[in-house]
């Protein structure tokens, strides 16, 4: 069995013109979002073995707030340039890569790619509004192998968005 969860990085700032979209930092609501979906993980039980993170400023960071929340060492955070905005089908491809020895893999990105690759990979899904910032989604496969993904039906999707009442502490 593998398990993909795929997380949009949480809501950055957008106000200062002197930064380019790749260096761009979270902002405060984000790191409060990305705060609490960390913890609605644990709480879940869904710990991942890896995250994969897209080279962005803002998706670096919702991954090591993530990574801090649920005491994953260093190693187990892996910068892909390949993600940053990436398209569905390399998305897709990057997971494939994943070797044999992890169970769980988190991917940190961007849409339209996410919400597109959800699409694919749990069509009862679509039409839902894809992933919001900080959302996550959370995919079991009984497939043996990464490179079987997406051949394979999802058997559990659990999709959870930031509690909406927080980004009235962080605005």
């Known amino acids: 069995m593998k398990r993909l969860t795929l997380m949009r990085h949480a809501d950055a700032r957008w106000k200062d013109a002197a930064l380019s979209d790749l260096e ?3 902002a405060r609501r984000g790191i409060g979002a990305a705060e609490a979906m960390a913890r609605r993980l644990l709480e879940l039980e869904l710990v991942p073995d890896l995250l994969l993170v897209s080279p962005a400023l803002r998706a670096r960071q919702t991954a090591e707030i993530v990574a801090r929340e649920l005491a994953l060492p260093p190693r187990r955070l892996v910068r892909e340039e390949g993600l940053y905005l990436a398209s569905a089908g390399d998305l897709l491809k990057a997971a494939q890569r994943t070797g044999p ?5 988190m991917v940190i990105a961007h849409n339209p790619g ?13 039409g839902s509004g894809g992933l919001a910032t900080a959302a996550l989604c959370s995919l079991a496969f009984g497939c043996e192998g990464w490179p079987e993904l997406g ?12 509690p ?8």
């Open 24 to 26: 761009r930092p979270l």
């Open 101 to 105: 020895r992890v169970a769980h893999l």
């Open 114 to 126: 996410l919400s597109e690759l959800l699409d694919i990979l749990a069509p009862e899904r679509r």
């Open 151 to 162: 051949a394979a039906t999802a058997e559990q999707v659990v999709c959870e968005s930031p």
């Open 164 to 171: 909406k009442g927080l980004f009235g502490l962080f605005a």
